[in-house]
């Protein structure tokens, strides 16, 4: 049975794909911070996205029992109304904590998906965190490093959370891993409010073919609905 890891599976887009994959026979890990949250039919999985020790955690309980990975979504974020360090710390340094933390784990052909937002288009971003972005020596430590000092809101740190996935997509190529940044639309979430035009079954859907790639397919690269976004 093949296995999915979805964080911030506790409601909205998240949760609707983790029931998704449930409902298709896989075997779902609802990455939640409260374990009454997780939906039913799921492997509950407890972890804050904020707070580095809950992830190594995290995965220190899936190392010990040799947890195989086949799909990694990581799907938590936080969009305003905190803090810009703690929008950065959910919707960047989490996910690269968490999918560095779990690498050992990922199968053969695994699929990363980072659920990203086409707020995060490079070309609306600021000149200089452009210019930090473009430059193709980035390593995943200048990243944190980055991320560390929040440059901006939720749009900068998703067009920093695509290029992340650029650079985890080279880096687990080799396996034949495909990791990419999928965004879901403008959704009726509580995030995304109730005038949002698409529902949580199209965003989920936007985030799922990142998950169903077949082998060889496209990595590193910037989605919705299957098409490429900037
Ligand atoms: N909705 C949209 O229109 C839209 C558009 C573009 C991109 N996105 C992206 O899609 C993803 C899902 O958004 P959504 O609309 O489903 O949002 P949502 O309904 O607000 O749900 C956010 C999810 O993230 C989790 N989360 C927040 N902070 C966390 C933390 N510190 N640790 C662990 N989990 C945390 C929440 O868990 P709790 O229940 O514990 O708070 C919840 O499961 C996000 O990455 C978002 O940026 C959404």
Request: charged share 20%; hydrophobic share 45%.
């Amino acid at each position: 049975m093949a296995t999915a890891l979805i964080t911030g599976a506790s409601r909205g887009i998240g949760r609707e794909v983790a029931v998704t994959l449930a409902a298709e026979g896989w075997q779902v890990l609802s990455a939640v911070r409260n374990s009454k949250s997780a939906p039913s039919g799921t492997q509950i999985e407890i972890v804050d996205m904020a707070d580095p020790e809950s992830i190594a955690a995290l995965a220190r309980r899936l190392i010990a029992r040799n947890q195989r990975l086949d799909a990694l979504v990581n799907n938590a974020g936080v969009y305003r109304g905190v803090p810009a360090r703690r929008i950065w710390a959910v919707n960047v340094l989490g996910p690269l904590r968490l999918t560095r933390a779990l690498q050992s784990l990922l199968a053969r052909d695994a699929r990363v998906v980072m659920v990203t937002s086409g707020l995060g288009a490079l070309s609306a971003q600021p000149p200089g965190l452009v210019k930090r972005l473009s430059d193709p020596k980035l390593s995943l430590a200048d990243l944190e490093h980055l991320a560390e000092e929040a440059p901006g809101g939720y749009g900068e740190s998703k067009a920093t959370l695509n290029v992340l996935a650029r650079v985890f997509a080279k880096q687990l190529e080799p396996q034949g891993i495909l990791v990419n940044a999928i965004s879901p639309g403008w959704v009726r979430s509580d995030m995304g409010g109730p005038s949002a035009p698409r529902s949580l079954q199209q965003g989920a859907a936007s985030v799922l073919w990142g998950v169903r790639l077949p082998p060889g397919g496209s990595t590193g690269g910037v989605f919705q609905d299957g098409k490429a976004i900037e």
